[in-house]
């Protein structure tokens, strides 16, 4: 069974950094480096909005909002994605979600991000 946990969220004023991280269980490195992952996130009364990707290759995207802040990186041996964010801004305030995705997509619970001004 699959399992993704992210870590690395909490309150932080404007300007402030966070790391998230995303554990990533029951698959094997292989699999999971031939995988596709991408962070996510929700803010409060809106719908999940894609904020960065990863390709099997390190190939990466970003949503125009977090260029330049944000930055994905994964780390195939340890089998853990990361999501490094500075100049946090209030409207960064979100649950934010690894999802890793190949021939199958899968989920983590999230963690709340909340940048206060």
């Known amino acids: 069974q699959v399992q993704l946990v992210e870590s690395g969220g909490g309150l932080v004023q404007a300007g402030g950094s966070l790391r998230l991280s995303c554990a990533v269980s029951?698959?094997?490195?292989?699999?999971?480096?031939?995988?596709?992952i991408a962070w996510y996130r929700q803010p409060p009364g809106k719908s999940r909005e894609l904020v960065a990707g990863?390709?099997?290759?390190?190939?990466?995207n970003y949503a125009d909002s977090v260029k330049g802040r944000f930055t994905i990186s994964r780390d195939n041996n340890k089998k853990m994605a990361y999501l490094q964010m500075n100049s946090l801004k209030p409207e960064d305030t979100a649950v934010y979600s690894c999802n890793v995705r190949g021939s199958n997509s899968y989920w983590g619970q999230g963690t709340q991000v909340t940048v206060s001004s």
């Open positions: 990863i390709s099997n290759s390190g190939s990466t």
């Open positions: 029951g698959i094997s490195g292989f699999s999971f480096s031939i995988n596709a």
